[in-house]
């Protein structure tokens, strides 16, 4: 690639935020109200503070921000999409007299080239670059530069279309109680080599020292994150709150958040996002939510697997005042009595209107795809029974996406409309899950993956009878699987889990990190859970009891067919997009790309009628309609 044939834009995401020398009035950095935000990172850092910050004053100092300066450039992480590399510096705090400004150099036929300048931010110290158009068919070399002699190094990966197995790494709950590096984990990664990386949320728990956090993940992670694209999603701690319910950006009047909205300043929500999420394709729709504070619901595609990265908390509903108190919080119920749908009230959002949207846009949008799957940060059930300790059983968490019900479903419907799986974190507790919608089983397959290190709140799939679902697996590994209600009275059918032997015992409490193994010509997805503490160099191949655990990807529509429709094809394609549609209904019941060049369309109900739209990467080309089972 030569820099003349390079377009080349420094991003700048929020208008106004100070690219100067530090201001030590810190009111005026976020919110009069919130003075101690980011403290720590912020003012005049590099004096002595016997006071460094509110929530961490009893740690003292996070990090040690007096790096030699020729380590500035902490790490960078990035992702290159539909001919744009996008990619986010994370430095150091700089000092009054260090340039405010980092550079992103590119080897271009064995020579150093210069080939972008971004600011670097402040508050926040991150700095983003924009390239296009990006050729992503070769490795290149890159290096991210401040001053006169900080680099940090690292490889953009083409886009491996060529393999037939893409494997994603699946992290998140990365506990601030455990300091240090990762290296456990990080040496499992080397040896396995990723093709992406997703840290699904909870990168740090140090909530209102987001920069110093985001700075410690980045060191203990960098080895792994310097040489493959990774998707950073931000969840509750990141953004300084116990939990989440982001309704559309309004404000919270807690930082526990059941009412709904965010408790602190939009000015430190959008650093946070933009620290983690700037170097993630463009949003589908970037319009900001209530307040001015930004999204980055997007897609990414990674050797012919298409990802849809959802916020599933931003326009959430937070259930203080909707439904009656029901538990020792508004967001607990232990009524064993209440009515399930009860909470199901007209009106509450999940995903929102606009991510909805998205997913039906994306739905039917395959170019460049294969298979598909959605990345966000929580469950779409409650798959836990106890919560924190071993003495606190909890019947219902509407803390989780389980509620509301109706917009669980909503989601799941969609999701299963494209055969997408699912992958997320945040539960603390690994487990692998088939949703039910209407019927066990009828819904997509889900990994929900362990906590990094599961210091901060452990959870139990612990049934109270201690008794097997129906259907229950012919693995005796572990007793409890098969078909059950979760606390809200979503079915799910329960693969595998992986409970904490002991909480104390970090040998013992289920640290570890999960694999997706996407097989493109055998159109199936290969589960597997790592504890933290494999030794994956030396030939151990133990994972957690009931994984790994191997899915066909066209059974994440588990509905069972009434009958088919008569074989489709698109002249000059070998393997269209196919959409069916009910007319009686018109309902869009899948889009898929079949992988069979001669394919029957199963339906669902064979009295109704359907039509059938195909096409090469859209169901826009051809169309038949009327038609009935044979």
């Not at 995903?351 to 959605?374: I, M, P």
């Not at 071993?390 to 479903?409: K, M, V, Y």
């Not at 191997?550 to 393997?575: A, H, I, Q, W």
Request: with cysteine; glycine share 8%; aromatic share 10%.
């Amino acid at each position: 690639m030569q820099r003349t044939t390079l377009k080349i834009l420094s991003i700048v995401w929020v208008v106004g935020w100070f690219l100067s020398a530090p201001n030590t009035a810190q009111e005026a950095l976020f919110d009069k109200d919130f003075p101690n935000l980011d403290s720590q990172a912020t003012g005049s850092w590099w004096e002595p503070r016997p006071n460094p910050g509110r929530a961490n004053a009893r740690n003292g100092q996070i990090l040690d921000f007096g790096v030699p300066r020729n380590e500035v450039v902490a790490f960078a992480i990035y992702t290159h999409e539909s001919g744009k590399l996008k990619m986010s510096a994370q430095l150091f705090p700089l000092l009054p007299d260090e340039p405010r400004i980092a550079r992103l150099e590119l080897n271009q036929g064995g020579k150093w080239q210069e080939v972008a300048q971004a600011e670097v931010f402040y508050p926040g110290w991150d700095a983003h670059f924009r390239v296009e158009p990006w050729d992503n068919t070769r490795d290149v070399a890159y290096r991210v530069r401040h001053g006169q002699s900080s680099v940090f190094e690292g490889l953009i990966r083409h886009d491996p279309i060529e393999k037939d197995e893409i494997v994603v790494g699946l992290l998140s709950c990365n506990s601030s109680r455990t300091k240090g590096p990762r290296e456990e984990i990080l040496n499992n990664l080397k040896v396995q080599n990723p093709d992406l990386l997703f840290f699904a949320g909870d990168q740090t728990y140090h909530h209102t020292e987001h920069t110093s956090g985001w700075l410690e993940w980045g060191i203990q992670f960098r080895e792994i994150l310097r040489d493959r694209p990774v998707v950073t999603i931000p969840d509750d701690h990141d953004v300084g709150q116990g939990n989440i319910w982001g309704e559309n950006g309004k404000k919270a009047s807690t930082s526990a958040g059941p009412d709904g909205g965010y408790f602190y300043p939009p000015s430190y929500v959008n650093m946070v996002q933009r620290q983690q999420t700037s170097h993630l394709p463009d949003p589908f729709d970037p319009t900001p939510i209530e307040r001015g504070i930004s999204v980055y619901y997007t897609r990414l595609h990674v050797g012919g697997i298409d990802f849809a990265i959802l916020e599933d908390r931003k326009f959430k509903s937070g259930p203080e005042g909707k439904i009656p108190p029901m538990g020792p919080r508004p967001d607990h119920i232990n009524d064993p009595s209440y009515d399930r749908k009860s909470v199901d009230i007209p009106g509450l959002k999940l995903l929102g209107d606009r991510q909805l949207q998205f997913l039906k846009t994306w739905n039917e949008d395959w170019e460049g795809s294969v298979l598909k799957c959605a990345l966000s940060q929580t469950a779409f059930c409650g798959a836990v029974h106890i919560h924190g300790n071993i003495n606190n059983r909890l019947l219902a968490d509407l803390d989780s996406n389980a509620w509301p019900q109706s917009g669980r479903n909503r989601a799941l419907e969609l999701l299963r409309q494209s055969h997408c799986t699912h992958l997320c974190g945040d539960q603390h507790l690994a487990v692998v899950v088939k949703h039910g919608i209407e019927q066990f089983g009828d819904g997509p397959f889900a990994f929900t993956g362990p906590a990094i290190i599961n210091t901060i709140y452990g959870r139990w799939w612990h049934p109270a009878d201690e008794k097997a679902g129906n259907n229950a697996s012919a693995d005796a590994k572990l007793p409890w699987t098969g078909e059950y209600f979760d606390g809200l009275g979503n079915r799910i059918t329960m693969l595998a889990y992986a409970n904490p032997e002991d909480i104390q015992n970090e040998l013992k409490r289920s640290d570890g990190y999960g694999l997706a193994r996407f097989h493109k010509t055998a159109r199936t997805v290969t589960f597997e859970c790592w504890p933290r503490f494999a030794k994956v160099s030396d030939g151990d191949s133990a994972q957690f009891p009931g994984w790994p655990i191997t899915v066909n990807m066209d059974e994440n529509d588990g509905r069972r067919p009434s009958g088919y429709l008569s074989k489709v094809s698109l002249e000059g394609c070998d393997n269209p997009v196919v959409q069916v549609s009910d007319e009686t209904t018109s309902e869009v019941l899948y889009t898929i790309r079949p992988g069979n060049p001669s394919f029957s369309p199963p339906i669902f109900d064979a009295t109704h009628t359907y039509t059938v739209r195909l096409g090469k990467d859209h169901p826009d080309q051809k169309v038949l309609t009327k038609l009935k089972a044979q």
